[in-house]
T-cell receptor, first 112, second 115 residues
Framework: GQNIDQPTEMTATEGAIVQINCTYQ??????LFWYQQHAGEAPTFLSY????GLEEKGRFSSFLSRSKGYSYLLLKELQMKDSASYLC?????????????FGTGTRLKVLA | DGGITQSPKYLFRKEGQNVTLSCEQN?????MYWYRQDPGQGLRLIYY???????QKGDIAEGYSVSREKKESFPLTVTSAQKNPTAFYLC??????????????FGNGTRLTVT
């Protein structure tokens, strides 16, 4: 089966660094995606990993270890506008089709 | 600009009525997806389609139906058989078959309330 786990909620201070972890189990792993979602809005794409290692994009970085079924999203120099939910999604290609399976999301609160 | 259009943004229906949510994309993507999101929860996959005239059930397909007669369009019907239809519905598309790093692109969602 498929399973994706993330912490439900995290709190951090403006200017700090926060790491949001995601663990997954899937039979046909074909990439891991991170999305940001503000309340009442659609998710927006942040990053993509398919090979092991770190991908950096400005203040956001994402890491993947396929052997451990583990990823994290690192947010640096936190700003108030980073308060949102962060969704980890795995693309599964197990049945010949591409399915994107989401975790429950991590709600991040950034405090002044 | 290319994108995904979902309409309407808010929809109200009485219990027992079927309702169809519209989703149109002009990104020329092959694959389209429907997700449901409940408060405090992640996205759950309802149905998805990789090509025209073909679609597959996701994890929570019961009480829903779809069609894919055109590449651009993937409407979702919420039937009266769906026990708890009130939710935020998101349509998405991707081009994973031709572009391996293609993420899901989302529409702005339809918030359905059934009373």
């Amino acid at each position: 089966g498929q399973n994706i786990d993330q912490p439900t909620e995290m709190t951090a201070t403006e200017g700090a660094i926060v790491q949001i972890n995601c663990t997954y189990q899937t039979s046909g792993f074909n990439g891991l995606f991170w999305y940001q979602q503000h309340a009442g809005e659609a998710p927006t794409f942040l990053s993509y990993n398919v090979l092991d290692g770190l991908e950096e994009k400005g203040r956001f970085s994402s890491f993947l270890s396929r052997s451990k079924g583990y990823s994290y999203l690192l947010l640096k120099e936190l700003q108030m506008k980073d308060s949102a939910s962060y969704l980890c999604a795995v693309r599964d290609h197990g049945s010949g089709t591409y399915k994107y399976i989401f975790g429950t999301g991590t709600r991040l609160k950034v405090l002044a | 600009d290319g994108g995904i259009t979902q309409s309407p943004k808010y929809l109200f229906r009485k219990e027992g009525q079927n309702v169809t949510l519209s989703c149109e994309q002009n990104l020329n993507h092959d694959a389209m997806y429907w997700y449901r999101q409940d408060p405090g929860q992640g996205l759950r996959l309802i149905y998805y389609s990789q090509i025209v005239n073909d679609f597959q059930k996701g994890d929570i397909a019961e009480g829903y139906s779809v069609s894919r007669e055109k590449k651009e369009s993937f409407p979702l019907t919420v039937t009266s058989a769906q026990k708890n239809p009130t939710a935020f519905y998101l349509c998405a598309s991707s081009n994973a078959r031709s572009s391996y790093n293609s993420p899901l692109h989302f529409g702005n969602g339809t918030r359905l309330t059934v009373t």
